[in-house]
């Protein structure tokens, strides 16, 4: 049996992305839209209404407490048809299986699925300016000495010993300005020495943080071009054998397209198939919910006098034909999308089981129920108009197998089903 690939995970993921949007945009238009505002300014109509309760003086009272309950009365309403809307969604889609695959086409273009790689660009620019170099301080300049004036006149004759002395305290004062100057020279020397160096030692780790941050980057553009390499050769290598009909490769790109079949949250469903060379035939087992797993609320009605919103629910026999409805057009969607997607003709015909897990009662362990068998060549299939046609009658038509109460988990033989 094939399991699900890498591309059909790839497809199914995309395309439950795809109806999560499309799913989104349709109920901003339909009235569940509607609802869910109405049902939020009710809800703040009646916090409001609270809060002017709660300041109001004993006068106003007994009109605010009124407006409070016809805010909650409305906001209870709001909130009943915001449920019935999302109900509404949930019957029209497994009411609809059938029709929602006749409006796409269901062939998977495998060149689409090729890989095209967009680098991000590189993160740490900032890396790649250089660290400035800081200003030197600047040096002292050197002092320099300069003999006192010698003495004049009289002071010339009789002030020598006296002039003698001043130059010997310039000359003292003219050593400790020097050595000052050497000292503070050093200083500022061994400043911008360490500064210089610092410098250097950042630009050194700013170089090599660079460096490795290339290299990770580049490291991770290979990764993606290798990996995008690899999906492409994967691609081409199904192409190729697809042509050739090669078995693995039919059960891949049918893998691949039954992933496209995304169907309804609440009503999920798996494929698994496996492909006979020889006969071209398919077999196809396909998983649906059981009849427990649907929902059984017919409408949601507001009831006033307790204050409560309860549910009607949908008479039995209702349940019953919506449940065996949907098993009927899983059958025929099925079909339909395997033999639309097949434009190369390589599958000629597909046999088809239809069935759910359920718990036998009797052993207490779960088992599998068969509730549609079908086998059907391509020529004969594709003549049938499928958007005018009645599922169970159809599948009649095609001599199928078919349970008789789906619902009740009627099981039914389907051993005979294969032409081939």
Not at 260 to 279: A, G, I, L, Q, R
Not at 339 to 364: H, M, P, Q, Y
Not at 398 to 409: N, Q, T, W, Y
Request: with cysteine; hydrophobic share 35%.
């Amino acid at each position: 049996m094939a399991q699900r690939g890498f591309f059909a995970e790839l497809q199914h993921q995309a395309r439950v992305a795809d109806r999560e949007r499309v799913r989104a945009a349709r109920e901003s238009e339909r009235r569940h839209a509607t609802a869910v505002r109405e049902a939020e300014k009710a809800r703040k109509a009646q916090i409001r209404a609270f809060r002017e309760f709660e300041r109001a003086n004993e006068a106003e009272r007994k009109r605010l407490e009124k407006e409070a309950k016809q805010a909650h009365h409305e906001s209870m309403l709001a909130d009943v048809e915001e449920r019935n809307s999302e109900l509404s969604r949930v019957y029209e889609q497994i009411d609809g299986l059938l029709a929602a695959t006749l409006e796409v086409d269901d062939y998977v273009d495998l060149d689409e699925l090729r890989a095209t790689v967009e680098h991000p660009p590189f993160s740490r620019r900032d890396l790649e300016v250089p660290i400035p170099i800081p200003e030197s301080e600047t040096l002292p300049l050197e002092p320099v000495y300069s003999d006192p004036p010698p003495p004049t006149g009289v002071r010339a004759i009789f002030g020598k010993r006296k002039y003698e002395a001043a130059i010997s305290k310039a000359e003292l004062l003219h050593r400790r300005r020097t050595e000052s100057w050497q000292e503070k020279t050093a200083r500022i020397l061994s400043k911008n020495q360490l500064a210089l160096d610092r410098h250097k030692a950042d630009e050194e780790t700013r170089r090599a943080a660079l460096q490795d941050a290339k290299e990770r980057h580049q490291n991770e553009c290979q990764k993606r071009e290798s990996e995008a390499d690899a999906q492409n050769k994967s691609i081409d290598l199904l192409i190729a054998n697809l042509g050739y009909g090669v078995k693995e490769a039919v059960e891949e790109y049918l893998s691949i397209v039954l992933s496209n079949s995304v169907y309804p949250p609440e009503f999920m469903v798996t494929h698994k198939s496996t492909f006979d060379v020889p006969t071209a035939e398919l077999g196809l087992r396909v998983l649906v919910p059981g009849p427990s797993e649907l929902p059984t609320e017919k409408v949601f009605k507001y009831v006033k006098a307790a204050d409560e919103i309860r549910a009607t629910q949908h008479s039995q026999k209702t349940r019953k034909d919506r449940y065996a409805g949907a098993v009927h057009q899983v059958a025929l969607r099925s079909l339909h999308e395997i033999f639309e997607a097949d434009r190369r003709g390589i599958i000629k015909s597909i046999s088809l089981e239809v069935g759910t897990n359920a718990l036998d009662t009797g052993t207490g362990l779960e088992k599998h129920v068969s509730l549609v068998g079908v086998a059907a060549d391509r020529e004969s299939f594709l003549l049938i108009n499928l958007e005018h046609v009645t599922p169970r009658d159809t599948l009649d038509y095609l001599g199928a197998a078919v349970s008789k109460d789906p619902f009740g988990l009627k099981p039914v033989d389907v051993s005979g089903i294969r032409r081939s």
